[in-house]
């Protein structure tokens, strides 16, 4: 869905004015969890693992989150992780701190680190035009690798097309291929020239995912698993096969409010329809088992909440990449929309929220993530939800939980749908 990618933009913009207003200190070291099935009694839990459980349960209970994960390390207050909700509509299943999720969008991250990886080794450059590799790419010659990872191609993102969503919809088993997902962003014209505007797009991403595949001989998934997940030791992390539906167990079930056609343009439930959907009258999609192939190296890749926190430290503080090329990674990022702040941004395939705050945030139907780690105070924040999207709204679920974290651990703002706090 095509909304997913927008709204990632958005919670970058929304999240870095809640956590501009306030410095990102630290309180006194603690340590702990709050998770009723993992908890030892005799810890003590962090001085905000209060506060936190609150306002997670408010944000879920304002947005018709089903259940959600959230899991805080935090070096000097301590680390805190609890469960919320229910994994599956009707049931009483809790949640679990070790569920698989998809992770959306923060696919995209990896898919950008092996393309440095790459670039390290030598076998092309941030410079090298995409028509090397894909002479149908339209004004391709134009459009360098720097400019997909970016952001800043100007291609079409397949996921706006009509028919792609009424597909997905009628088809939810089917197995996308990469020319067929190009074949239709190729078939509208661009947005913009190469380079000028930054423009959220999933088929840049796709493209990359061809350069991969054609510059190391190997699907992208065995590329993730060689370069990335077996050197973190991510067991629990994959880039599944397009024939390959399935999600481990365990895992929740993943809801959407909506079929893909009727949230082309946004996620949020009409107007008349909306109590209906806030007081469980209204149901959500289940869309556990719709085959992700169509998001492929721009969002199709399973995690875990702990994997995901081993994974952006090394994405941001390093461990993937060389210093040198590490280095320009981060310097990579600026500002999304012209003369906005360049505490903001996006850059190769990263996106930081404020200063020294970098991750990414992911959506697909049924499920949404946001993983974030601190450079000033070494802090690392996940959140997952088995919720694409708030009713109310159409954001990110986990990023309407990320902010009430975010507002509870930094003192910035407060929760969303609060009149203080920033708009999103």
Request: hydrophobic residues 40%; negative net charge.
């Amino acid at each position: 869905m095509v909304i997913m990618l927008k709204k990632t933009v958005l919670a970058v913009i929304a999240l870095g004015t809640l956590l501009s207003v306030s410095a990102c200190t630290s309180g006194s070291a603690t340590s702990g969890s709050s998770n009723p099935a993992t908890a030892a009694p005799a810890t003590a839990e962090p001085d905000y693992a209060s506060a936190l459980q609150d306002r997670i349960a408010e944000a879920m209970e304002k947005n018709a989150i089903p259940g959600a994960v959230a899991l805080v390390l935090s070096p000097s207050r301590g680390d805190w992780s609890s469960t919320f909700g229910t994994a599956e509509l009707g049931s009483d299943v809790p949640m679990s701190l070790d569920d698989y999720l998809r992770i959306g969008s923060n696919t995209k991250t990896m898919t950008s680190t092996v393309i440095l990886q790459l670039v390290e080794e030598g076998k092309l450059s941030l410079e090298d035009p995409i028509s090397r590799f894909r002479p149908d790419v339209p004004d391709g010659e134009n459009i360098t690798i720097a400019n997909l990872s970016e952001m800043r191609s100007g291609l079409y993102s397949y996921t706006f097309d009509p028919q792609f969503n009424a597909t997905l919809d009628a088809e939810p088993q089917k197995a996308w291929t990469p020319d067929e997902l190009l074949s239709i962003a190729f078939s509208h014209p661009a947005n913009s020239a190469p380079g000028v505007t930054f423009d959220y797009s999933n088929t840049n991403i796709v493209l990359l995912g061809v350069v991969i595949e054609q510059l190391t001989g190997m699907s992208a998934s065995e590329a993730f698993e060689k370069r990335i997940f077996a050197p973190l030791g991510l067991e629990h992390t994959a880039l599944p096969a397009n024939t390959d539906s399935s999600i481990p167990e365990n895992h929740p079930q993943g809801y959407q409010f909506g079929t893909n056609v009727q949230t082309i343009d946004s996620y949020a439930v009409p107007a008349a329809e909306l109590p209906s959907a806030l007081d469980g009258t209204l149901k959500p999609l289940d869309q556990t088992n719709a085959n992700p192939s169509w998001a492929w190296t721009a969002g199709a890749a399973i995690s875990t909440p702990d994997d995901l926190a081993t994974y952006v430290k090394a994405l941001v503080g390093g461990g993937l990449l060389d210093d040198t090329t590490q280095k320009l990674r981060l310097d990579s990022i600026q500002p999304m929309v012209a003369g906005g702040s360049p505490d903001v941004g996006y850059g190769l395939g990263i996106a930081q929220f404020a200063p020294g705050i970098l991750g990414h945030d992911g959506q697909l139907p049924g499920y949404s993530t946001f993983m974030v780690y601190n450079v000033n105070t070494g802090d690392t924040l996940i959140i997952g939800c088995n919720l694409s999207a708030s009713p109310v709204d159409g954001e990110n679920a986990a990023v309407v939980v990320a902010k009430s974290v975010i507002a509870t651990l930094y003192g910035a703002g407060d929760v969303p749908g609060d009149p203080a706090a920033p708009a999103s």
